[in-house]
Structures are given as structure tokens and as C-alpha cells.
């Protein structure tokens, strides 16, 4: 995590759910002193290890139709972000890591730590509105998934409303 975010420190973690299976675990990473008030103006990482396999195809779909439950989105930006994401998003097994890194204003970088420890950069998409909607799927007040965003955020976040 060190060069994608320099002395990041964890925030919050916690595993989603899905009728009782564990998908995947999840871990927010911040600067040191990082609090909630700060998203979106503060560059974080989100690490996702997975604890199922599953086709980048289908993460990638399935990321942008949360990505909706922030408003509808332009559909030239649907498609361009869809395509970024199918590029970007491998093929996950149990144990497989992907962190994207968040930088406001500026889009986001992703990066995959295979079970085996090995790591690769996956690319990034240079869009500061779709790094936006795509960290709030686990971020934003308008997330599917409320307990696991206050997991994530800790302490120091607002509740989120349904």
C-alpha cells in the first residue's frame, strides 16, 4: 500500500454479505488523523479481498448499477466508465485483491494482489466524477450496503439513510 498511498493507516474494515455467503472483506485506508468529513476531499484506498471467484465483466456491471443509486448518470459517461471498468477488472478468485486508490479531483487507480502475493498494476481512469460515484458504492450515504459503508468509515460518519 506504501507507494499507492504513503503512509496510509486503516480506517475501518468489514466483510459483505450476500444471503449469508461471504463476498468480500473490505478495508478503508486513509492518511494518518483522516476523518469522514474529510471524503471526497482527501485521497483514501479501498481494498477489496475476495473471498469467491468472480468474471471482471460481472464486477464491472454490477459496480456501474450501483454507481446509478447516486443518480442517473449521462449515458456517454455509462458507457465510457463501463468500458474503463471491463479493461480494468480481472477475473477474482478466493484470497484475490483489488485496491483502488481515490484521488479528488482526479480519478482513480486500481491494482490487483493476486492470492499468491503477486502484484500488478490494473490501470486507471482519469475521471474525478467516476472515481466519485464509484467509491461511493461503499461510501456514499445513497450506498446499497449502510452497515458495511459505517464499518468502513468508522466512528466519525454520519449514519446513512436507507
Known sequence: MGELLPGAVRVGEGTLRFLGFAVYDARLLA???WRAEALGRT?????????????????????????????????????AWLAAMQRIFPNVGPGDRITGVWQPGAGARFVFTGADGQRRALGDVADARFAERFFG???????SEPALRQALLGPSAPMATP
Not at 469467491?52 to 459517461?77: H, K, N, Q, T, V
Not at 458504492?137 to 450506498?143: M, Q, R
Open 31 to 33: 492518511p494518518p488523523g
Open 43 to 79: 485521497p483514501l484506498a479501498l481494498e477489496l479481498t475476495y473471498r469467491r471467484a468472480f468474471r471482471g465483466a460481472d464486477i464491472a456491471r454490477r459496480s456501474l448499477e450501483e454507481m446509478r443509486r447516486a443518480g442517473p448518470i449521462p449515458a456517454a459517461d455509462e458507457a
Open 137 to 143: 458504492i461503499w461510501l456514499a450515504p445513497s450506498t
